[in-house]
């Protein structure tokens, strides 16, 4: 398995955590993480049905080499009997072309969203 991600080399100061148990909270997440570093923001993407998280986070440093840090130090880390996994999130692109393109995509799904409620009507 090749190391994407050599110390002092993320592409971003996010990482993203796999394999998380449900029981795991952003304050735990945090408070594990925040020993390497500053930690801006966990989020936690939750179900659509709204009973839990969908097992992965997000975790946002204030620095890369927080985040190199975070991402060394806990490669081999276990939290609620489950091996963590985790890995350099990409980073997140911030210009006009792909924010008028998400803008699109939200609307389109909105427009079938409705079309399909006035069909069960």
């Keep these: 398995r090749k190391d994407k991600a050599k110390k002092g080399a993320l592409p971003s100061p996010r990482l993203c955590v796999r394999n998380l148990a449900f029981e795991a909270t952003s304050k735990e997440l945090r408070q594990l993480f925040g020993a390497y570093g500053s930690v801006t923001s966990v989020r936690l993407p939750r179900k659509s049905d709204y009973t839990g998280h969908r097992g992965f986070a997000f975790i946002d440093f204030a620095a890369k080499s927080e ?14 009997g489950r091996r963590l996994v985790i890995e350099p999130a990409e ?12 803008a699109q995509k939200r609307q389109s799904s909105k427009t079938l969203h409705s079309e399909s409620t006035r069909r069960k009507r």
């Design 91 to 102: 980073e997140k692109l911030n210009d006009a072309d792909t924010a008028q393109e998400t």
């Design 67 to 80: 985040a190199a840090s975070a991402f060394e130090a806990l490669q081999h880390t276990h939290l609620y």
